[in-house]
């Protein structure tokens, strides 16, 4: 049977190479670039007149008798004399090649003795049962080629790093040769997923009724959140575009045109401090939905995650998934976005300790405040030092310090507070935190919001200690209720926690003018591991509310205008109420291929400062760009 193509492109990489006495630089060949012939001589073969015939890992044994093409790069070569074993690798994965003279000539077997690492070549062989043992580990380990001809398509030279799975070489190095990084087997895997996922949330959302409308990446700047990436303006000087932190309000506009249900995979771009799942510019899987509530916007979703899962990871995520109010998952795990898939969760001792005379506990509860623990079982017998870095941790975190109690096989405690508290105080404390012989009792008192932090991150660091944190495992779990304000001490006012267009819940609005820090929003997130993965909310489509929301957020009626005057223009004419999510989608995809960051799942990734490594973005450009639009830099003085 013949193999299927299946559109497969047939161009070539050029990288780098093995040994050379001097490194060759393209421009050594520019005086010959006349001589056509010549200069495919010096440079390379070419591939005129073949035709790949598939990819290395789509032969199979159904293949064996044929004849074949197949064209990718060098993964190594061995000469045993007289005959050479080379592994010939593409996206697909590898397939083993055997060279001997008289299979393929005199002069293809000086060419294939010269095979190095990372050169580009195309083989036309027979495929053949393996004569040696065959390789488990590889999908082809059964078969190989016999080789009949060889065209080296592309030399290298020796690649600064191995091209292996699991590199151990600096990221920063890597980054700056991304293209060759992404050769990686294991890279370009999260690169299959990342498409296959895409495509499915597409045929997903299309099946739904959904339509993917693409939103401009040129828009106006709307300050309230993160920092827009501006665009000066040429044919305006002196006015910038942003570029979209998300398609929020246009999305909320193409509702009031009439496309009720509406998604989109759109590029987003926020200029903010970067960490392990955050870029300056991301992927987000985009839909707002009209004439819904929470509940028809968590099952469409719940659906559509079900899927994507079962069909990447071979897992069934039970519908309906679990839903947890905002109050409940701070109380319980001290975070917004609990990883659920371990126990060690908080428990409040306030009144239980409320009458002792521990200056820490009564002091937090003096002040307003709340004592936290969280039972670490089984390690009742963890040393000293151990304990002293996690009061470090916890330090990290706003904590004063950490107090802590462990429970010995014997029953008898060892306690740094034990000389504050009666017996019968410490015994109510180990009950009301379920304590057992060997388990490690450890404390928080402060402010609830600095008490949740603490414990919050120190429940996930010794879950981290102890292998807890399973990539193999799935718990998804949506948080809902979140509050609808927040209130800014730095600007001395309440800031909305997610944007300005999140409705309250209807039971709240009472509440809006009398006691805006407790008003809750129809908001909602997805976690996934303790990672918030996705968000949304219900819209406000009343203009009263509206209006009262930016009086709340300390707009002026003009301030609102000049901002969204363009999106409240539009709710002046029959708004349909509307809500909407969104996913990070390079976020989904670091969990699902169980990557430690979101650069392993984006092609091209800046670092923490966001440059990127490998172009030498941001770089300065050329003054005549910079006179064309209008603007002068500020020099700055030396010091």
Avoid at 269 to 295: H, K
Wanted: with cysteine; charged share 30%; proline share 4%.
């Amino acid at each position: 049977m013949d193999v299927p193509v299946n559109g497969i492109e047939h161009g070539s990489g050029s990288v780098q190479e093995p040994e050379r006495t001097r490194s060759l630089n393209i421009w050594d060949y520019k005086p010959q670039f006349a001589q056509a012939a010549e200069w495919r001589k010096i440079m390379a073969e070419s591939m005129k007149g073949l035709k790949r015939s598939c990819r290395c890992a789509e032969v199979t044994e159904a293949n064996i008798g044929q004849e074949l093409t197949l064209m990718g790069w060098v993964q190594k070569s061995r000469n045993k004399g007289g005959i050479i074993f080379t592994d010939l690798r593409d996206r697909s994965g590898l397939i083993q090649i055997i060279f001997e003279e008289s299979d393929c000539g005199s002069e293809d077997f000086a060419k294939a003795e010269k095979l190095r690492s990372e050169f580009s070549i195309a083989v036309t062989g027979v495929i053949e049962k393996r004569s040696g043992a065959a390789n488990p580990n590889l999908k082809t380990g059964t078969i190989e080629v016999r080789a009949k001809s060889l065209r080296i398509l592309s030399e290298s030279e020796v690649p600064p790093f191995p091209i292996e799975e699991n590199s151990k070489t600096k990221e920063e190095l890597r980054l700056k040769y991304r293209y060759l990084d992404l050769r990686r087997p294991d890279l370009q895997k999260n690169f299959v997923v990342r498409s296959r996922v895409a495509t499915m949330v597409r045929q997903f959302l299309a099946d739904e009724g959904f339509l993917e409308i693409e939103t401009p990446t040129l828009i106006k700047s709307t300050p309230e959140g993160a920092r827009d990436y501006l665009v000066p303006s040429r044919v305006h000087p002196g006015n910038f575009y942003a570029l979209p932190q998300s398609p929020q309000t246009l999305k909320q506009l193409l509702m009031c045109s009439g496309f009720d249900r509406y998604f989109q995979i759109a590029r987003c771009y926020r200029d903010e401090d970067l960490r392990a799942d955050r870029q300056p510019e991301f992927t987000q899987i985009d839909m707002e939905l009209s004439y819904v509530d929470v509940d028809d916007v968590l099952d469409v979703n719940e659906r559509m995650l079900q899927k994507i899962f079962k069909e990447i990871n071979g897992i069934d995520v039970e519908l309906p998934i679990q839903r947890m109010t905002y109050r409940e998952a701070m109380d319980r795990y001290g975070s917004d976005k609990p990883d659920t898939r371990f126990g060690m969760e908080l428990q409040n001792i306030s009144d239980v300790v409320k009458d002792c005379e521990f200056v820490v506990f009564k002091g937090a509860l003096e002040n307003g405040g709340s004592v936290r623990g969280i039972n670490a079982e089984g390690q009742g017998a963890m040393p000293r030092k151990k304990i002293d870095a996690l009061v470090e941790y916890a330090k990290g975190f706003g904590a004063k310090g950490l107090a802590y109690l462990a429970i010995n096989e014997d029953g008898t405690y060892k306690c740094s507070f034990s000389k504050f508290m009666k017996p019968e105080e410490l015994d109510a404390i180990v009950a009301a935190m379920g304590g057992k012989k060997g388990d490690l009792l450890l404390f928080a008192a402060d402010k609830n919001k600095v008490v949740f932090d603490v414990l919050g991150n120190l429940r996930l660091e010794l879950a981290r200690q102890q292998g807890l944190l399973k990539k193999d495992v799935f718990k998804f779990l949506w948080v809902t209720e979140f509050p609808l304000f927040e209130y800014d001490e730095e600007e001395n006012r309440y800031v909305a926690v997610h944007h300005p267009f999140t409705s309250p819940m209807d039971e709240d609005l009472h509440l809006l003018d009398s006691d805006p820090g407790a008003v809750r929003a129809k908001a909602y997130d997805i976690v996934l591991n303790g990672t918030e993965i996705g968000g949304g909310s219900v819209r406000i489509h009343q203009a009263d509310i509206q209006a009262k929301m930016f009086e709340k957020l300390g707009f002026t009626e003009e301030s609102a205008n000049s901002q969204f005057g363009f999106l409240l223009e539009a709710f002046k004419y029959g708004v349909p109420p509307h809500a909407g999510l969104a996913y990070g989608l390079d976020r989904v995809i670091m969990l699902m291929v169980g990557a430690d960051s979101i650069r392993d799942v984006i092609a091209f990734p800046k670092v923490k400062d966001a440059s990127c490594l490998m172009m030498e973005a941001p770089n300065v450009v050329d003054q005549k760009q910079l006179d064309e639009l209008g603007i002068a830099l500020a020099v700055k003085e030396e010091e």
